[in-house]
């Protein structure tokens, strides 16, 4: 078998006597979308956060682009192509969508002083502003790049954060419960983004989420934990009909 994008290998974490995660063991392949579900406690945030660096595993591999980066701090493993957002929604009061960017990329780039673009005395390039321009084109946000992020709704501020965590680009996305938060018509949008994302930019994506009906419109393949174990793993319409999958996610079984 090949060497996929990310590939977590039996990862375990334990919290005091609490097992978060048992041996779970998750592929994800270059340009694939792949959705982490199951009910509240399940371990999903866990393994998002082991992933990312936030958590470190007790045990197990996590190997990024043919690198193990398990013990790599957090902005390591941005500087190699692991873009991702937040659960709660996080930016920086004052500034515009286009700011956002264009600090994130200078970021990135390691180029100038985060404090010098902050205050305004920054100059970006002309090469810059275009993948700016193209990334807020990319969600959506041309109309409003240029008004505050105080002054935007809950769903424009969450297409502010998904262009930020563009930046790079990334090879893979990380989206943590990209949909909180937001009404029927922001997921609606939410939806339409991420697709035109994954074909335009042909980013590998990762998303927990809570919304069922929206993580699989999006992905190719679910994941599902229970009681931090992988019980299943597989395209979407062959997971969903798991009758260990009903019990577990949805409390039923049909």
Same mark, same amino acid.
């Given at each position: 078998?090949?060497?996929? *994008? !990310?590939?977590?290998?039996?990862?375990?974490? #334990?919290?005091? /006597? @609490?097992?978060?995660?048992?041996?779970?063991?998750? /592929?994800?392949?270059?340009?694939e979308a792949v959705g982490v579900v199951g009910p509240n406690g399940a371990g999903k945030t866990t393994l998002f956060d082991c992933v990312l660096g936030v958590v470190r595993p007790d045990a197990g591999s996590v190997v990024f682009d043919g690198r193990r980066v398990d013990r790599m701090p957090p902005f390591r493993r941005g500087l190699l192509g692991i873009g991702r957002t937040f659960q709660r929604l996080e930016l920086f009061s004052g500034m515009t969508p286009r700011e956002h960017l264009l600090v994130t990329e200078r970021v990135r780039g390691g180029e100038g002083r985060l404090w010098k673009d902050v205050i305004g005395l920054g100059r970006p390039k002309p090469g810059e502003r275009r993948e700016a321009a193209a990334l807020l084109e990319l969600v959506g946000l041309t109309d409003v790049a240029d008004v505050p992020v105080d002054a935007l709704s809950l769903g424009q501020g +969450? @297409?502010?954060? !998904?262009? +930020?965590? %563009?930046?790079?680009?990334?090879? *893979? %996305?990380? *989206?943590?419960?990209?949909?909180?938060? @937001?009404?029927?018509?922001? #997921?609606?949008t939410l939806v339409s983004v991420l697709l035109r994302v994954r074909h335009e930019r042909g980013v590998s994506v990762v998303m927990v989420e809570h919304d069922l009906d929206l993580v699989t419109a999006v992905v190719d393949r679910l994941v599902v934990l229970d009681a931090g174990r992988k019980i299943a793993d597989g395209p979407v319409d062959a997971v969903i009909s798991d009758p260990a999958v009903r019990h577990a996610y949805l409390g039923v079984v049909r």
């Open positions: 078998m090949s060497a996929a *994008l !990310l590939e977590v290998v039996g990862i375990t974490k #334990r919290f005091d /006597r @609490l097992a978060a995660l048992s041996d779970v063991s998750v /592929r994800v392949e270059a340009g +969450r @297409l502010v954060e !998904l262009a +930020r965590a %563009l930046v790079g680009p990334p090879k *893979l %996305l990380m *989206l943590d419960e990209p949909s909180s938060g @937001l009404d029927d018509a922001e #997921r609606a």
